[in-house]
């Protein structure tokens, strides 16, 4: 079993619609919990942290975080075209420090 | 603030030979990483190292080493370079339990 798995890509979703990307994680004791977007041929850049339990909201970004299910996800609501890139899962023990990422899934917007 | 740098941006290796990826960070940061990242396989950690003068083996070691210079600075060593070994080479920073912020990346490729 992988420690981090993602739902398989590629998603596609029209512009203006919500996308839902699922993450799930192995390790129980994971503290620490890590959305990142990365676009074609660029490092990955930072969209959400989360380290509680619930709903964390920033923005047209959501993550949600249940750790008794070991689920984090990512809904991105009115989605636009400049969306369209891989997002990646990180999970992380603090006390360990290594992070761990997902095999990412690609979307799509399309206009 | 330059961040995260790394040296080389591309190169090319023939089979057998070694190499050094540079990694620096002037970001204050006690744990930097080293991740490899291939067509479909989201970015897997080959080597952390959680403060200065601790180092510690990731997902796919084999094949490489690290060493932590200082707090600045974390190299990769390919000591005999194989086929498989081709790809992108992100490395990584970050303070405590907080996001990690990646450098531009090394496109690696061994003939």
């Known amino acids: 079993q992988k420690e981090v798995e993602q739902n398989s890509g590629p998603l596609s979703v029209p512009e203006g619609a919500i996308a839902s990307l699922n993450c799930t994680y192995s390790?129980?004791?994971?503290?620490?919990f890590f959305w990142y977007r990365q676009y074609s041929g660029k490092s990955p850049e930072l969209i959400m942290s989360i380290y509680s339990n619930g709903d964390k909201e920033d923005g047209r970004f959501t993550a949600q975080l249940n750790k008794a299910s070991q689920y984090v996800s990512l809904l991105i609501r009115d989605s636009q075209p400049s969306d369209s890139a891989t997002y990646l899962c990180?999970?992380?023990?603090?006390?360990?420090?290594?992070?761990?990422f997902g095999p990412g899934t690609s979307l799509s917007v399309i206009p | 603030n330059a961040g995260v740098t790394q040296t080389p941006k591309f190169q090319v290796l023939k089979t057998g030979q070694s190499m050094t990826l540079q990694c620096a960070q002037d970001m204050n940061h006690n744990s930097m990483y080293w991740y490899r990242q291939d067509p479909g396989m989201g970015l897997r950690l080959i080597y952390y190292?959680?403060?200065?003068?601790?180092?510690d083996k990731g997902e796919v070691p084999n094949g490489y080493n690290v060493s932590r210079l200082n707090k600045r600075e974390f190299s990769l060593r390919l000591e005999s370079a194989a086929p498989s070994q081709t790809s992108v080479y992100f490395c990584a920073s970050k303070r405590q339990s907080y996001e990690q912020y990646f450098g531009p990346g090394t496109r690696l490729t061994v003939t």
């Open positions: 390790d129980r004791g994971s503290q620490s």
């Open positions: 990180a999970v992380g023990r603090t006390s360990y420090d290594k992070v761990i």
């Open positions: 190292s959680a403060s200065e003068g601790t180092t």
